[in-house]
């Protein structure tokens, strides 16, 4: 089944202790990105990738790194997650013709 | 920069009425524009997907339209269920943004029986 999977499903984390949300495609698409989604300001893009080692800043990239050392994998590291980043994430892939298809979803607690 | 908006942000309807939402964008420099369903504290789901060069997709009991002159789209939900109760996205992609999806804050539909 053509998927994205995003781990864990539910997380909840102390202030500043470094965590990663991993995201895995199976459908060989270039490019990969991720949003969060928060109450009043809808989805807004984090990072993007257009294909391996290509990544660039979206419109909420502060607080967050990502890689793309393989094409399948596009993780998100929060280095030292702040309360402010609480929110719904999620992964999406694409091969830009395509359409996007999306992950189910992690959502974060920052205590 | 590439503004999307949904008009109405809530929509309440009896069982087996027809549903039009709509979606406005400001750039009519799209690649693709996407409508996506969301449950409650779930994902997105895709529904429908009309590239640049299409006016129209159909899937069951949906239909969008894409005029990208006047910046709308519309999605037709024909003889509504109250399945079909959910928040309902459109989302653009930009020429000029590949890569980067700018979503509207979506309209929330329930169906009654």
């Known amino acids: 089944e053509a998927q994205v999977t995003q781990n864990p499903r539910y997380l909840i984390t102390v202030t500043g202790k470094k965590l990663t949300v991993t995201c895995s495609q199976n459908?060989?698409?270039?490019?990969m990105s991720w949003y969060r989604q928060d109450p009043g300001l809808g989805l807004r893009q984090i990072y993007y990738?257009?294909?391996?080692?290509?990544?660039d800043k979206g419109d909420v990239p502060e607080g967050y790194k990502v890689s793309r050392k393989e094409k399948r994998n596009f993780p998100l590291i929060l280095e030292s997650p702040s309360p402010n980043q609480t929110s719904l994430y999620f992964c999406?892939?694409?091969?830009?013709?395509?359409?996007?298809?999306f992950g189910s979803g992690t959502r974060l607690t920052v205590v | 920069k590439q503004e999307v908006t949904q008009i109405p942000a809530a929509l309440s309807v009896p069982e087996g009425e027809n549903l039009v939402l709509n979606c406005s964008f400001t750039?009519?420099?799209?690649?693709?524009l996407q409508w996506f369903r969301q449950d409650p504290g779930k994902g997105l789901t895709s529904l429908l997907l009309i590239q640049s060069s299409q006016r129209e997709q159909t899937s069951g009991r949906l239909n969008a339209s894409l005029d990208k002159s006047s910046g709308r789209s519309t999605l037709y939900i024909a003889a509504s269920q109250p399945g079909d109760s959910a928040t309902y996205l459109c989302a653009v992609e930009t020429t000029d943004s590949w890569g980067k999806l700018q979503f509207g804050a979506g309209t929330q539909v329930v169906v009654t029986p």
């Open positions: 459908m060989n698409h270039e490019y």
């Open positions: 990738s257009m294909n391996v080692e290509v990544t």
């Open positions: 999406a892939s694409s091969t830009g013709a395509s359409g996007y298809t």
């Open positions: 750039d009519s420099a799209i690649y693709n």
